[in-house]
Antibody, heavy 127, light 107 residues
């Protein structure tokens, strides 16, 4: 069964750090881009970051760039999100998700979509 | 960054109704547009990719259309299990922004 399981969430004070993990199983982890998406309480989805298969490319939303670092360990089928300098506005459920490239237009184009999601881990930033 | 705007923010419907959700991109994204469904307390699920391609296993009452900046998700006949929130997401450019969502409620 294809599965993603996040862990590492919790309560942290403003300015603190937290490291989230995502354990992948049931698919060849090393062949997929992976992403982090978050959802603040009662709010919509916000894409946070993604990382290429070999870790050579990483992208972030502006609000976390310089504070968060995405990484992966393909030998351990694991994705990570190191979060430093946490702020109240980082309070959210954090989901890891697999990014799958789908062929469209006779495979003239490839569109990436988040086809497998974990159950999420909750991060609360509060004093 | 590309901004994604969904309308309406909420929609009331009865079982059997045909409903349409709109999503607009601030810049042209061709057909690099995905739709997700999220039920309360659950992770989102991919429904449609590439603006109009239905993910395997998703009921055929769901359909998507559009290109460039304007997109729609249609449910031809709403079923009880369809009451949820729906989000569009562009995958043309990083950051891969989401719309703010449309909540489908029971009338």
């Amino acid at each position: 069964e294809v599965q993603l399981v996040e862990s590492g969430g919790g309560l942290v004070q403003p300015g603190g750090s937290l490291r989230l993990s995502c354990a992948a199983s049931g698919f060849t982890f090393s062949t997929y881009w992976m992403s982090w998406v978050r959802q603040a309480p009662g709010k919509g989805l916000e894409w946070v970051a993604n990382i290429k298969q070999d870790g050579s490319e990483k992208y972030y939303v502006d609000s976390v760039r310089g504070r968060f670092t995405v990484s992966r360990d393909n030998a351990k089928n694991s994705l990570f999100l190191q979060m430093n300098g946490l702020r109240a506005e980082d309070t959210a459920i954090y989901y890891c998700a697999r990014s799958f490239g789908y062929c469209i237009n006779g495979c003239y184009s490839v569109v990436f979509a988040l086809d497998v999601w974990g159950q999420g881990t909750t991060v609360t930033v509060s004093s | 960054d590309i901004q994604m705007t969904q309308s309406p923010s909420s929609l009331s419907a009865s079982v059997g109704d045909r409903v349409t959700f709109a999503c607009r991109a601030s810049h042209s994204i061709s057909t690099y547009l995905n739709w997700y469904q999220q039920k309360p307390g659950k992770a989102p699920k991919l429904l449609i990719y590439g603006a109009s391609s239905l993910l395997s296993g998703v009921p055929s009452r769901f359909s998507g259309s559009g290109s460039g900046t304007d997109f729609t998700l249609t449910i031809s006949s709403v079923q009880p299990e369809d009451f949820a929130s729906y989000y569009c997401q562009q995958s043309h450019t990083t950051p891969r922004t989401f719309g703010q969502g449309t909540r489908l409620e029971i009338k």
